[in-house]
């Protein structure tokens, strides 16, 4: 055993050497090839306007079109353009866009790195609806996470520059809408109504005008039905009335929800009209959020077949728009992508336009140079490379291997007895008698569950968001009314952040554990406790069976297994011998 474990460490000691020589040769070559040369003449950097105005037309258009993906590479490419000593407008219309999606997209950290960025230049900036734009895409940031004084903050910066009346009125009308989510119904109450009085010419175009003055309206009925006040059925009734006029069918979206809302009470049939009013302007829009909360007022009018007919629509469509969402969301992820890696690519090319040719001579000798080092370092590279494969490789066929014969001694352990008991039954009992019939049928039902938990139990592993829920299943399942288990700091744990192999290996070592349990340590309560330290993740396995009481019965019922199992994520496990009312186990890795 000793001299095994000398050869292993042979192999890493050779391993690590030949990883930190290949670092080496590649720090060098990079040191050679990005060397300064003297008296280098960097180029001056053109910009151009023209092509990055065309680029945010074109990302305006898809934005408005709701093609919201296509739109934000389209805003990413033109700030990359932009010199931001000369472009500065530009760059912060198009980063401000970009946030405005990150925050439509749920991405609200994101979104407020990139608003961030543009805080620098709105000190020059001479027009302040640039400023105002990013201080209430800022509050709205807050808002729906629902930080509402942070909101609050953002709103009042925007608030006090020097904008256009139309433009302090809309940031008035949001801030008394956060002012009802903190439930200072009065002070927006009197807000609204203070807006109300103020004739409705806040802009040049009327249309604005009118539609801002419905909004006010609508959220002056919230706040009166907030307060249970009966005068929010006029608000509502008016805003609905503009919005009708104007054609402006997001904001009637709204109206009919909220008379929906109002009449739930009072009028189950009018508050099922308003419902269905607005779920069929969500349809025609293709507003899947809005759909889904108008069919949520239809239930709550409805009843008997419409309730069941109703429910089941709100069910199929909220399966349909999670997965689209999930969709969407992996999309938006793959655009986000391409566009980093064309910032990359575009840094390059600005960097090598910015550098001179190298005297000929001295790039020859450094062009010596490099291919030696890239050669050497590629021959050692693909060395390593196919030393790992191999090693990877024949480590997968032995666990396959062992998979594979484990799965069939439990095979023949858990199921060969009982199907030839099934079949000696079928061949002896009359199955058309009824008792024989139903014991036959008995027997096949425990076949089944059998074959089933030694399905799942070799099944794939979920690892990824899910994989908490599935740990928490498998574990689950070996609670039963003789076995009590109890999981801590299972949920305190980022599982996330935990590498893939791991997340699987500490899978499979639990459910080594609880088979163990099971089969030979008659215990009837078990614990299980997990906690991160020192950017370790350790876990304590305790319960109350038979226990061990020496070294030869540590590697016996699968626990050698689970000792192997964690030395490959580099991690240790210590049993406790010397435990004599049960069985003791801990195991830690680093995350």
């Not at 932009?82 to 970009?98: L, N, P, R």
């Not at 929906?260 to 419902?275: F, L, R």
């Amino acid at each position: 055993m000793k001299k095994l474990y000398i050869f292993f460490q042979r192999k890493r000691v050779l391993k690590n050497l030949l990883a930190i020589l290949t670092l080496f040769l590649i720090v060098i070559g990079v040191f050679y090839l990005l060397k300064p040369v003297k008296n280098e003449k960097l180029t001056n950097r053109k910009t151009n306007k023209k092509e990055i105005r065309k680029i945010l037309a074109k990302a305006d258009f898809f934005f408005e079109n709701y093609k919201e993906d296509i739109s934000y590479y389209y805003y990413n490419k033109a700030q990359l353009l932009c010199d931001t000593k000369v472009d500065y407008i530009d760059y912060v219309y198009a980063i401000t866009c970009m946030a405005s999606i990150e925050s439509g997209q749920g991405d609200f950290i994101t979104s407020e790195l990139l608003l961030t960025k543009t805080l620098p230049y709105l000190k020059i900036i001479k027009k302040p609806r640039f400023a105002a734009n990013v201080y209430e895409q800022f509050a709205d940031n807050y808002y729906y996470t629902y930080d509402y004084s942070n909101a609050l903050f953002y709103q009042r910066k925007a608030l006090h520059l020097k904008t256009s009346t139309y433009r302090k009125i809309v940031v008035l009308n949001s801030m008394c809408l956060n002012f009802i989510k903190q439930k200072k119904y009065k002070l927006s109450e009197k807000i609204l109504l203070s807006l109300l009085r103020i004739k409705p010419e806040y802009t040049e175009i009327k249309e604005l005008n009118e539609t801002e003055y419905a909004r006010i309206l609508d959220n002056l009925g919230i706040c009166y039905i907030e307060q249970g006040k009966p005068e929010s059925l006029r608000c509502f009734q008016k805003s609905l009335a503009i919005n009708l006029e104007f054609k402006n069918y997001n904001a009637l979206t709204y109206n009919y929800k909220h008379l929906s809302e109002y009449y739930q009470k009072t009028d189950p049939v009018i508050a099922k009209y308003y419902g269905q009013k607005a779920y069929d302007l969500a349809k025609q829009l293709k507003n899947t959020k809005n759909k889904i909360q108008s069919l949520d007022l239809i239930i709550r009018s409805s009843e008997g077949n419409d309730l069941k007919k109703y429910t089941q629509l709100f069910i199929s469509l909220v399966d349909s728009a999670n997965e689209a969402k999930l969709k969407a969301k992996n999309q938006f992820a793959r655009i986000k992508y391409d566009s980093k890696q064309d910032r990359f690519e575009n840094l390059q090319l600005k960097d090598q336009k910015a550098k001179n040719e190298l005297q000929l001579e001295r790039q020859k000798k450094r062009n010596l140079v490099s291919y030696i080092i890239i050669l050497c370092t590629t021959g050692l590279s693909l060395l390593l490379y196919f030393y790992l494969t191999l090693k990877g490789r024949k480590e997968k066929n032995n666990e396959i291997l062992k998979s594979e014969m484990r799965i069939s001694k439990k095979l023949h352990d858990e199921l060969a007895n009982d199907v030839y008991e099934t079949l000696s039954f079928a061949q002896r009992k009359d199955l058309e008698h009824l008792e024989n019939k139903e014991h036959f049928i008995n027997n096949l039902d425990i076949l089944y569950s059998k074959t089933r938990k030694i399905s799942k139990e070799n099944s794939s592993i979920a690892t990824n968001e899910f994989y908490q829920i599935a740990l928490k299943e498998m574990i689950s399942e070996f609670q039963t009314t003789d076995v009590n288990i109890l999981l801590n700091g299972l949920d305190s744990v980022f599982w996330n952040q935990i590498d893939k192999n791991k997340k699987i290996t500490l899978y499979r070592v639990l459910q080594e554990l609880f088979l163990n349990m099971k089969k030979h340590s008659n215990a009837t309560l078990v614990s299980t406790i997990f906690k991160v330290t020192k950017n370790n993740l350790s876990v304590i396995y305790t319960d109350n069976g038979v226990g061990i009481s020496d070294n030869a019965l540590i590697f016996k019922n699968g626990l050698q297994n689970v000792e192997s199992r964690i030395k490959t994520i580099n991690g240790t496990i210590t049993f406790d011998k010397n435990s004599k009312k049960g069985f003791r186990l801990s195991f830690s890795f680093p995350l």
